[in-house]
Structures are given as structure tokens and as C-alpha cells.
């Protein structure tokens, strides 16, 4: 397989790679740092990937970790192809690798079956127009000159003199 290269500050992306390997050889995959040794970059975020055996899945299948699990839209998967992965995957969310940039070199024994978008949540919207959103134009209130402050605090440490001098008391 080819170089993947990843750009900056990618968001949202997953990369679904069926493994070649024995069951064990995979397994290790979920240990700090060896996913980075197969996809030969460094520093990935090992939260970010899974490595799971499809059958782990039973009835849910790859179409419906990506589409239910994942938040990826329908008109992406291709459920044929999906079904036909079978063994080990490893998924790689591009959160993985921290918004930098960084370029792929899979293992030969990693297979690339498809690269996936997650749906993302439309945050824009129009104008509010009710009264609370206007902005606020009247003129600033005074701040108090500390008085009341000052008088609490005097009124505290006399009432804590009072305390600690008829516990003294009762003591001696």
C-alpha cells in the first residue's frame, strides 16, 4: 500500500484497515505504540483506535459500527464490501493524530477498506430577534466603593473575637 497523507488539523475522518495478520499479531495492536509502528508514524493517541475482530460485532456488523457507532452517513457504506471484511480491523479516527499532519505508511499486512466522514452537526443559524438577545445599551451600574465590604468583614472578626474569648474562657 501506498503513503497516506493526512493533513492538518483534519477532523472527523475514520480509516477502516483490514488486518493480515494472526489473531495474536493483532491483538498486540492494542498495546501503547504498536499501532504506531504499523501505520509508521509516532505520538498517535491510542483512544483514537480501535482493534477489534469483526465477529466482535455479531448481528451490528462493520455497516452498522460505522453507521450507528460512528455517525457516518448511509450513502458512504457500501454494505457488500463491508460484509466481505472479515478477521481483524483496526479503525483510525483522525483525532488520533492530534490536528497535525503526518503521512501513512501502512504495513504491508494493513489493507485499506475505505476512508469514512462522521457527520458533523450544523452549528449555524439565523438571527434571534427576540428582546433578551438585543444587546444590552443602558449604562453600566456604579461599583460600590467597598464600604459595605469592609463593614461585613469588622462585624465577622468581632463576632470570631467574641467565640474564641468565651472559649478561653470556659477553658481557664
Do not use: H
Request: overall charge negative; glycine content about 12%.
Amino acid at each position: 500500500m501506498s503513503d497516506l497523507t493526512l493533513s492538518a488539523g483534519e477532523r472527523g475522518v475514520i480509516r477502516l484497515f483490514a488486518l493480515d495478520m494472526r489473531p495474536e499479531e493483532a491483538k498486540f495492536l492494542r498495546e501503547p505504540g504498536a499501532a504506531d509502528q504499523v501505520l509508521g508514524v509516532s505520538g498517535l493517541d491510542p483512544e483514537q483506535i480501535d482493534v477489534f475482530p469483526v465477529s466482535d460485532l455479531e448481528d451490528l456488523g462493520l455497516y452498522g459500527y460505522l453507521g450507528e457507532g460512528c455517525g457516518v452517513s448511509e450513502d458512504q457504506l457500501d454494505r457488500a464490501r463491508l460484509e466481505s471484511v472479515d478477521g481483524w480491523v483496526l479503525v483510525l479516527r483522525s483525532a488520533a493524530l492530534g490536528r497535525r499532519a503526518a503521512t501513512l505508511s501502512p504495513d504491508p499486512r494493513l489493507r485499506l477498506v475505505g476512508l469514512y466522514t462522521e457527520e458533523t452537526t450544523n452549528w449555524s443559524g439565523g438571527t434571534i430577534e427576540t428582546e433578551s438577545a438585543r444587546p444590552y445599551s443602558a449604562a453600566p451600574k456604579p461599583v460600590p466603593n467597598g464600604q459595605p465590604r469592609r463593614t461585613g468583614s469588622a462585624v465577622l472578626a468581632l463576632i470570631m473575637l467574641l467565640v474564641i474569648g468565651g472559649a478561653l474562657w470556659l477553658i481557664l
